[in-house]
């Protein structure tokens, strides 16, 4: 790893906090010089220097590596846009609102695409009185199972964590849903649109 964190995203986040290359340097412990380095690509800051660095700029050591800062790009928020990661080492499931930079188990997650369900994803979705009783005829052993449902409507998510040797089903309150997603812990993300 040749280039590690990104002169340009240093510069402009240190110049974002008001900061001269100077103030940075004295809060790390460093020569102004140094800074001056980092920014222009010319050097790069020792790796016990990220963490402090990253706080100093406020943002993560992630964000820091990724070479990018997160800035909200979703000012007019809208659920439908939420996101979901996986990690593949522990299965954690996060849902985020919007892009996000994730990583769980020292692995950065990518964001998860929904694909149209398929032949062998296959969602039945029936109306029992006022919920969506979702199910998919799909394996459920410990190598190859779905691991999470979730209704999506344009003010929230209703998530269903689903366990090996279980049953591929859940309920959801209706309210507004616009699709349903199930993941497939071998197959990725899948999708199938409500219609009402």
């Given at each position: 790893?040749?280039?590690?964190v990104?002169?340009a995203v240093i510069?402009?986040?240190r ?12 809060k790390?412990f460093?020569s102004?010089?140094?800074?001056s380095?980092?920014?222009?690509g010319s050097?790069?800051p ?6 402090p ?12 590596l990724?070479g ?19 990690c593949?080492?522990?299965g ?6 919007g892009e ?6 020292g ?18 979705v029936?109306?029992v009185?006022d919920?969506y009783?979702?199910?998919?005829s799909h394996?459920?052993?410990k190598?190859?199972?779905?691991s999470?449902l979730?209704?999506v ?10 366990y ?6 859940a309920?959801f309150?209706?309210n507004?849903e ?5 993941y497939?812990n ?8 409500l219609r009402r």
């Amino acid at each position: 790893m040749d280039k590690y964190v990104t002169g340009a995203v240093i510069k402009k986040l240190r110049e974002s906090k008001n900061l001269t290359q100077e103030e940075l340097a004295e809060k790390l412990f460093v020569s102004g010089k140094a800074v001056s380095k980092w920014e222009t690509g010319s050097g790069f800051p020792d790796i016990s220097l990220l963490e402090p660095l990253a706080k100093a700029l406020g943002i993560s050591v992630i964000e820091l590596l990724s070479g990018e800062d997160i800035t909200n790009q979703n000012k007019t928020f809208n659920i439908i846009k939420s996101r979901f990661y996986v990690c593949p080492v522990c299965g954690n499931v996060i849902q985020a609102s919007g892009e996000a930079l994730v990583s769980c188990c020292g692995i950065t997650l990518p964001p998860l695409d929904a694909e149209d369900e398929d032949e062998e994803h296959k969602f039945t979705v029936e109306t029992v009185e006022d919920e969506y009783y979702v199910t998919l005829s799909h394996p459920m052993t410990k190598e190859h199972y779905i691991s999470f449902l979730a209704a999506v409507n344009d003010h929230g998510v209703q998530f269903v964590k689903l366990y090996p040797e279980e049953n591929a089903e859940a309920r959801f309150k209706i309210n507004r849903e616009k699709y349903i997603l199930a993941y497939c812990n071998r197959h990725g993300m899948f999708k199938c649109k409500l219609r009402r």
